[in-house]
């Protein structure tokens, strides 16, 4: 079993900054990419950013310049640092990770999301 458990969603003003945090735990062999979704209402759920163990980290051209995604290798943590916020950022965040687990195999993994909510 594997979970990811995400934190620090909430309530911000247009411009303001939130941090969004997700820790993976349970039978992990290794992680091969962690990233972040999200899903506003009546839309699809559309990538955010993310992040390959050692490759190249991809953002979605919206939040471009104004978010930054890290990791935290020895705690299979990946963050999400969010300034200069829009209201069209609202919506539903969901932490996603591809691993392998202590059974060799590889799958995708989702938390159970945190909402996000920019006020103008």
């Known amino acids: 079993q594997v979970q990811l458990v995400e934190s620090g969603g909430g309530l911000v003003q247009a411009g303001g900054s939130l941090r969004l945090s997700c820790a993976a735990s349970?039978?992990?062999?290794?992680?091969?990419?962690m990233g972040w979704y999200r899903q506003a209402p009546g839309k699809q759920r559309e990538l955010v950013a993310r992040m390959p163990t050692g490759g190249s980290t991809n953002y979605a051209d919206s939040v471009k310049g104004r978010f930054t995604i890290s990791r935290d290798n020895a705690k299979n943590t990946v963050y999400l640092q969010m300034n200069n916020l829009r209201p069209e950022d609202t919506g539903v965040y969901y932490c996603n990770a591809v691993l392998v687990n202590r059974l060799g195999f590889t799958d995708e993994y989702w938390g159970q999301g945190t909402q996000v909510t920019v006020s103008s």
């Open positions: 349970g039978s992990i062999f290794s992680i091969n990419v």
